[in-house]
């Protein structure tokens, strides 16, 4: 799924934006969006039934009508959470008003932010459509491990498949309850050799017998203790082959694809090679 903030003060556009962009990007796929608000919503006030199931006790409520329409309240709910949600079933999705999300963004207003910036206006009107659409194309898709086995399963050889295995990395906080805390890893690609290597490794293991789809993604930029990393989704006939290609998957990408990892515990910092690239870290020269 692609991801699009657009940030901008009150009066900026944000919304009209995003009314051209889903003009644009309706055609291309499934399309979400999502809407940061300071205030409490609507459907959730007194007297409401959603209202009422809340002061109940539920956490989350959905209503659903005849046909098919739906919305959502509830409380503890991250974008983060939001967006794992919908990846499964949507190609893009536009956010609109979180300029603190570290996502790629069109600002608008000289509207700071906390994401790449993809384009910068003064106001809607002045966004170049067609070059904001290419840059998202662009970027790294958002993947979950949901959104990867929805994927599998619509392989037009799915019909063939009686098992998927997967495989998530995550974020290690400690190895052994005296070892200092890992707060944070942050990861970056070796540019265009590491796709292409992930690319090589998919092909390889997809062209095993009984092997009907691999996907394989390692996020990269700062991901936090807890946290999951990486992914590997295998579809095959059955299981043995799933198990034993899940785990060739995770040991190639992890000997085979060019990775920088920098590890920040509670008291340091340091850079680490996932493999020998022969490339130097990105801030290495600045370490002692």
């Known amino acids: 799924m692609k991801l699009l903030g657009i940030a901008g003060p009150s009066g900026s556009g944000k919304t009209t934006l995003v009314e051209r962009l889903l003009d644009r990007l309706t055609d291309r796929g499934r399309v979400a969006t999502v809407k940061h608000v300071d205030h409490g919503v609507d459907i959730d ?12 006790g539920a956490a989350e409520t959905h209503a659903v009508t005849d046909d098919g329409a739906w919305f ?5 709910r991250t974008l983060e959470d939001v967006l794992e949600s919908l990846a499964p079933d949507y190609d893009y999705t536009l956010v609109e008003g979180y300029s603190g999300a570290a996502i790629p963004t069109v ?15 003064p106001e809607a009107d002045a966004v170049d459509l067609d070059a904001v659409v290419a840059a998202l194309e662009e970027r790294e898709p958002f ?13 037009p050889e799915a019909v063939y498949s009686g098992a998927i295995a997967t495989f998530t990395g995550r974020v290690r906080m400690k190895e052994g309850p005296e070892d200092e805390a890992t707060e944070l ?11 292409e290597q992930m690319a090589a490794i998919r092909a390889d293991l997809a062209a095993r017998e ?28 059955h299981r043995e082959e799933a198990f ?3 785990e060739d998957g995770i040991n190639r990408l992890k000997a085979e694809v060019p990775l920088f990892k920098k590890e ?9 090679h996932q493999h020998d690239t022969g490339v130097e870290p990105p801030d290495a020269s600045a370490e002692d």
């Open 244 to 246: 034993e290609t899940v």
């Open 72 to 76: 959502a309240t509830g409380e503890d």
């Open 143 to 155: 993947e979950t491990l949901g959104s990867l086995v929805a994927q599998a399963k619509r392989s």
């Open 185 to 195: 890893l942050e990861f970056e690609k070796y540019d265009g050799v590491a796709a």
């Open 210 to 237: 009984g092997i009907y789809e691999v996907l394989l993604h390692h996020r990269t930029g700062v991901v936090e203790s807890g946290e999951d990393i990486v992914f590997v989704v295998v579809l095959a006939g």
């Open 45 to 56: 006030r007194e007297g409401k039934d959603t209202y009422r199931h809340r002061t109940a």
């Open 264 to 272: 920040v515990t509670v008291t340091d910092e340091f850079w680490a």
């Open 107 to 121: 600002a608008l207003g000289g509207r700071d932010h906390d994401g790449e910036t993809v384009a910068a206006a």
